[in-house]
T-cell receptor, first 110, second 114 residues
Framework: AQRVTQPEKLLSVFKGAPVELKCNYS??????LFWYVQYSRQRLQLLLR??SRESIKGFTADLNKGETSFHLKKPFAQEEDSAMYYC????????????FGKGTTLSVSS | KAGVTQTPRYLIKTRGQQVTLSCSPI?????VSWYQQTPGQGLQFLFE???????NKGNFPGRFSGRQFSNSRSEMNVSTLELGDSALYLC?????????????FGQGTRLTVV
């Protein structure tokens, strides 16, 4: 079965501290993974995808097929990073579907 | 360019009624997907339309249906509403269908069933 697990509902850190949002997936095919973010009163938007292997707003994520993980990391958290973060697995069977984790709320305080 | 637009933003319906939600994708985007978001289940995939054809469907009862028009605008219909259908319904558009395509989300329609 296709599944995405984000074990933490809430992650609270201080400004300047490192951040790691965990994501594990279950998928028999070749995984394509994304991180989406939702800031307060804004719509859900793409943060990054594993295939582009880029850093966005200081965030990076590496796909580890052995551990079936796609954790999101940032070395120094900023207050503006406070938001809801969703890990998503894209599956394709004649059409596309995103399988989302339940999300993790990141709260960064000064 | 304009983002994904969903109308209406809020709806209140009575059990047993039916409802139609509308989604206008970003200009040029041909794929439209629908998701249901609830506190308990999170974001769940409903279906995807591409070039007026349903390409993929999630695990929802037949009361949930949709369609896409030639201008890529999409509608979602829920018949015989149940209390459990109360949710935020999100529409997302993509340029194409495919595993690596970025989805652009609308702000959602908040449906309350009483």
């Amino acid at each position: 079965a296709q599944r995405v697990t984000q074990p933490e509902k809430l992650l609270s850190v201080f400004k300047g501290a490192p951040v790691e949002l965990k994501c594990n997936y279950s998928y028999s095919g070749s995984p394509e993974l994304f991180w989406y973010v939702q800031y307060s009163r804004q719509r859900l938007q793409l943060l990054l995808r594993h295939i582009s292997r880029e850093s966005i707003k200081g965030f990076t994520a590496d796909l580890n097929k052995g551990e079936t993980s796609f954790h999101l990391k940032k070395p120094f958290a900023q207050e503006e990073d406070s938001a809801m973060y969703y890990c998503a697995l894209s599956v394709y069977q004649a059409g596309t579907a995103l399988i989302f984790g339940k999300g993790t709320t990141l709260s960064v305080s000064s | 360019k304009a983002g994904v637009t969903q109308t209406p933003r809020y709806l209140i319906k009575t059990r047993g009624q039916q409802v139609t939600l509308s989604c206008s994708p970003i200009s040029g985007h041909r794929s439209v997907s629908w998701y249901q978001q609830t506190p308990g289940q999170g974001l769940q995939f409903l279906f995807e339309y591409f070039s007026e054809t349903q390409r993929n469907k999630g695990n929802f009862p037949g009361r949930f249906s949709g369609r896409q028009f030639s201008n890529s605008r999409s509608e979602m219909n829920v018949s015989t509403l149940e209390l459990g259908d109360s949710a935020l319904y999100l529409c997302a558009s993509s340029l194409l269908t495919g595993q690596n395509t970025e989805a652009f989300f609308g702000q959602g329609t908040r449906l309350t069933v009483v």
